[in-house]
């Protein structure tokens, strides 16, 4: 598996290492047009500010492929806004350790401290979006007597912050949009890319700040803990509604603080999470093209063949019989 690191320590450090790794064909130091051996596509990269940056990545592999960021100690915090039409496997690096998630449509936010490693299989293809900042652009564009928590954990430099969401749909078809015109239109591309930005950061703002869940900070114990979690989860009982009060046995935690550090990380409950589960199980099955709509909601704990297809559809918006 070929392997690339992006850096951001400061700017241009994230600026040359972009132009080490893809250099193709460069257009105003900016727009890197790639097709080699690895991989197809195209990475931008827009100073939206002195402290704010924003890549846009469209790519597709050729080859198996693992885009990374280590971890490090910077004042940079990222928001990733990430499109994938089949599932990507991504693993949240801190410490030695690591939480691995199944993404097609999702928001991830952490500080530098949490390193990313992305890994794309031959032929699959994925949209990102990403923001890097500083974290005290946050105090210069939000009013101060805004009093929310997730204000002050940014502010507080020793708290590494992790969390995910799903994309709404609002936020989806914006970006998808993005992807399509920002360069039709060229005397108006660094426009669009800088105020695409801050309604990306708006957006993702609003929900860590009226989240309503309580903010948890995370040790190194709980990290393992997530991650030995959702293992149980998508390995043992994918076909079965979990148990609570037998999860928290086997992760030695209890039922309430299980539930509030795993709805901190993912953003939805257990049972949420679980359904979200099945459904990528039934959309790699569907794809595989082996099996049946009625044998892969059999496969998934679904004894109704009608409620696996509604909940798919609800899930993905289209009909699994759809699938192609």
Request: aromatic fraction near 12%; proline fraction near 2%; hydrophobic fraction near 40%.
């Amino acid at each position: 598996m070929k392997r690339l690191v992006l850096k951001y320590q400061n700017k241009e450090d994230f600026f040359n290492s972009i132009g080490k790794i893809f250099n193709g064909e460069d257009h105003g130091n900016n727009f890197y047009a790639i097709d080699d051996e690895s991989m197809t596509g195209n990475i931008q990269f827009y100073e939206v500010d002195s402290n704010f940056i924003l890549l846009k990545m469209d790519i597709t592999a050729k080859e198996d492929l693992s885009i990374a960021r280590n971890p490090s100690n910077n004042p940079y915090m990222a928001i990733r806004f990430m499109i994938s039409e089949q599932p990507i496997k991504m693993k949240i690096l801190n410490n030695n350790s690591f939480i691995e998630e199944t993404f097609c449509r999702k928001i991830f936010f952490s500080t530098a401290e949490f390193g990313i490693d992305i890994n794309i299989r031959k032929g699959q293809s994925i949209k990102l979006l990403a923001l890097a900042f500083e974290r005290r652009l946050i105090k210069d564009i939000l009013p101060d007597k805004l009093d929310k928590p997730f204000l002050s954990q940014i502010q507080d430099k020793v708290t590494p912050i992790y969390r995910q969401t799903d994309l709404s749909t609002l936020t989806y078809n914006n970006i998808v949009q993005f992807f399509v015109t920002i360069n039709t239109r060229k005397e108006f591309t660094q426009l669009y890319a800088k105020s695409m930005a801050y309604y990306l950061l708006s957006e993702a703002m609003m929900q860590l700040c009226y989240n309503t869940h309580q903010i948890v900070n995370l040790n190194q114990s709980d990290i393992d803990t997530i991650k030995k979690l959702e293992n149980i989860l998508s390995e043992e009982i994918i076909e079965n509604t979990p148990v609570l009060e037998e999860l928290s046995k086997r992760v030695n935690m209890s039922v309430s603080k299980m539930n509030k550090i795993f709805k901190y990380v993912f953003g939805k409950t257990i049972y949420a999470y679980h359904i979200e589960l099945k459904m990528r199980k039934s959309l790699e099955l569907l794809l595989s093209k082996k099996y049946t709509v009625s044998e892969v909601a059999n496969i998934v704990g679904y004894s109704s063949t009608s409620k696996f297809a509604a909940t798919f559809q609800k899930h993905f918006n289209t009909l699994p019989s759809k699938v192609t």
